[in-house]
């Protein structure tokens, strides 16, 4: 019988109770705030591709559109849109610049909204470090059942106007990591952005959050 478990035939059984061991703490990295901020402070950079789904009441169906994400610890991030329209939006170190696609080639735009999208970029560049409950603003409360979640709900009436709540889904799979975002204005308005091709803590290049190409 002990001739079961020795040689090649132990190593397979020897895996699987390492897996059982490890897989409590894989899971738990989610269940509390210094888990989550301990997960997130090792992530140095992401690069994921995403989907982003628009629901309007005077849309018949959900405005779609696709890109890809790039975070570089601590705050340089670059949404690229590749499709409907082709645009890439950059934050190095506070600084935000927006480029719209062409005929003629890449068209930096200098308009009054990249206020507000500096705003959102800062926020976005708070969670990729965990800092959930930075802004003044927002109650953030954690949830683990059926999945990982931190929800944002204004303080404040006149910010709930704009905005109800903010739900982030997070991975069970990979520590310090979000899948999902769901913004709500109210119940018929939102916006979903789901991250698939998830790549952590890789070498990205500088130029990715100075220059479109």
Known sequence: MTGIFSGRARRPVVALFALLFLLPLVIAWADSWEGLRDAFRRITSVEARFVQKKTLPMLSKPFVSEGRFFYQAPAQLRWEYDRPVRSILIMNNGAVKRYLREPGGWREDAGASLTAMRVVLEEIANWQQGRFDLNPHYQASLSTDPEPRVTLIPREASWGKMIRRIELTLSREQ??????????????????????QIRTNRSLPASLFVSVE
């Not at 979000?178 to 991250?195: A, C, P, W």
């Open 175 to 196: 520590a310090g990591v979000m899948k999902g975002v769901r913004l709500v204005e109210d119940e018929r308005s939102f916006t979903d952005l789901s991250f698939s």
